[in-house]
């Protein structure tokens, strides 16, 4: 085709042409618009359809991975105000588990110290009631020495002529008057 085309510099043989349009290349350079048009019209049919769609897909795609993310971000900050206030309600929980705990350890506390003090007092009233029977064996032990060291006084000084019912009798005697005397005092 090119050969066709007769591009002329200048020359005295073009008649001071630059180039020379002949019905030949008219008619070519018609034939390569129409094959230049036919070649856009066709690949715009087969690539510019295709791509087109492939970018309007991508384009919905990003916007619907965009909104799932916006979503998602949603969905995360309700999680972490929910898991906030069930964190506050845990503190909450705690501090009423331990004031509980502090007071049913003083409750505690206290019935121990009760407890211990009932102990103690009923330690104490064991301890006068032994004293008290101890006295009381001590006394009567005392009576049963001063009735023997009263009747051995008695034998000596009315001597030995006395029978079991006479040394009986002082001895009944002795013990009431001493046993009175003793314990008044």
Do not use: C
Request: proline share 1%; aromatic share 6%.
């Amino acid at each position: 085709m090119l050969n066709k085309l007769n591009f002329a510099v200048l020359s005295s043989d073009n008649g001071g042409h630059f180039f020379r349009l002949d019905a030949n290349v008219l008619i070519e350079m018609a034939l390569q618009w129409v094959n230049v048009i036919f070649i856009v019209v066709l690949l715009s049919w087969l690539l510019y359809k295709p791509a087109l769609k492939f970018l309007t897909e991508r384009r919905e795609r990003i916007q619907g991975e965009i909104a799932k993310a916006a979503a998602d971000m949603q969905d995360a900050e309700d999680k972490r105000k929910h898991y906030q206030g069930k964190l506050e309600a845990i503190v909450v929980e705690k501090e009423e588990i331990l004031s509980s705990a502090r007071k049913l350890a003083s409750q505690k506390e206290a019935e121990i110290i009760q407890n211990a003090n009932g102990e103690a007092a009923s330690i104490l009233e064991r301890a006068r009631v032994e004293i008290e029977r101890e006295r009381e064996k001590a006394k009567d032990e005392m009576r049963t020495q001063i009735i023997q060291v009263s009747a051995l006084m008695a034998e000596q000084l009315m001597g030995k002529g006395m029978d079991e019912t006479d040394r009986n009798k002082i001895l009944d005697e002795a013990i009431s008057e001493l046993g009175d005397a003793v314990w008044k005092g």
